[in-house]
């Protein structure tokens, strides 16, 4: 009893503990590491740049943003803002500097229509930080042990990749199939919670068949071992797992069956879509979900991308993509593709994706938080990293503005995840966690994509180079 009341309060201890204050430099990479560092000097100038902080304020022209032992030490005005004498300057006229995107719904597995299902403990960690996602929230793992030895070895510098939440197994009902797990009761629930918050996991998901009850204990459980959850949801509606003390809902929209006619008390309907289409955004209904939601902290995470994919002709089919994927694996989603091309009522419509966009966009415009995330499952179509990009210029077709929406993929995510001291925003004192992109992506949002360099810890890497490590392997490994 006392060892295990010793891991215990360790867990409970580091669980609270501010990220490490000694950042991760150069000498702490392992050779494997260093191939992808292309800017590795103690103090570092980023010079004549333009500036999206993450706070939501406008962009900045004519910037200089310093870094000094992995930290943010001044940001200004390039005319104003000193550069120390021994700083590597690097003059970025024509760029955007971003704080690093920060993933809410960020799998290290994949998979595809086809049945392919991937853990990518190989491609995604480089895919995410080639992209600018510094830090990621898993969000239900089918691999716990792996995504947990993934994050200590990323912490440790023998692999690249971003800064780690991982979320346990999911946690659904009876009928739970593949890596899944069923609390059938809420002693269930408790043992189950309990041994993945001792193992390391700091969030767990619950998934659609999951029971009120079971849900409850699970939520007692994990909050009195400083353990969060969230949930892909259906057999519980939005409102019952609010009252239920949940602290995170996926998906928005698409995973709230409670608008649903014929819904029944902790079973999810047949067709939990149905009713979603003739919704009415601005009705009563949703704007009680959201208001309770927001009174009681519950975020929201958009994955609108992984939701795209099921709408015909979308999204714009990019190259790189398929230069990333394996060639089955490409073969395999350019097949799905085609198939909802062809035969359009097999996937979604754009006015449901629509009507999902108005729901998120309604849910913040009455104050709530909104963070987002790619979810790189599904059909294949939304790759680690690529899938965040992409998630900009959806935002902004939700009607957002693209420093609002930058806002959401940055300082929102740090917010749910607690560490918004640190992260999530280009302000002096917070760790340098850093985008730099070619072109302005505040006036043209697909210009997110041209990173040039990527800062974790003020370690620069070299996004060419961890893309180009994993061409040809997603879908393997």
Known sequence: ?????????????????????TAQSLDTLAEGVREYVSVSDPAIALTNVRVIDGTGAPAREGQTVVIENGRIVAAGASDSTPTPTAARVLDLAGHTVLPGLIGLHDHTFYTTSFGRSVQLNFSAPRLYLASGVTTIRTTGSMSPYAELNLRRAIDEGRT????MHVTGPYLTGDGAGGGMHA????????RVVAYWAEEGATWLKFYTLVSRDAMRAAIEEGHS???????????????????????????????????????????????PRASL???DVEGAPVRATLEEMIENGVAMTSTLAVYELSVPGRPPLEQRMLDAMSPETAEEYLATRKRIEENPGSGMSLELLHKAMEYEREFVRLGGLLAAGVDPTGNGGALPGFGDQRNLELLVEAGFDPVEALNIMTLNGAEVLGVEDELGSVEVGKAADLVVVHGNPAATPAEIRNVTHIFKDGVGYDPTAL???????????
């Open 160 to 163: 690249p990749g971003p800064r």
């Open 467 to 477: 893309l180009e490590s994993v061409k040809g392997t997603v879908g393997v490994r």
């Open 225 to 271: 071992r400083g353990v969060k959850l969230t949930g892909h949801l259906c057999s519980v509606g939005y409102r019952e797992a609010v009252a239920l003390g949940i602290d995170n809902l996926e998906h928005g929209l698409f995973a709230n069956s409670e608008y649903h006619p014929d819904k029944e008390a902790d079973r999810c309907p047949s067709n």
């Open 183 to 190: 609390i059938s009761t809420p002693e269930d629930a408790r």
């Open 1 to 21: 009893m006392r060892s295990f009341t010793i891991r215990y309060l360790s867990f409970v201890i580091c669980a609270f503990l501010p990220l490490p204050t």
């Open 277 to 279: 289409e003739t919704l």
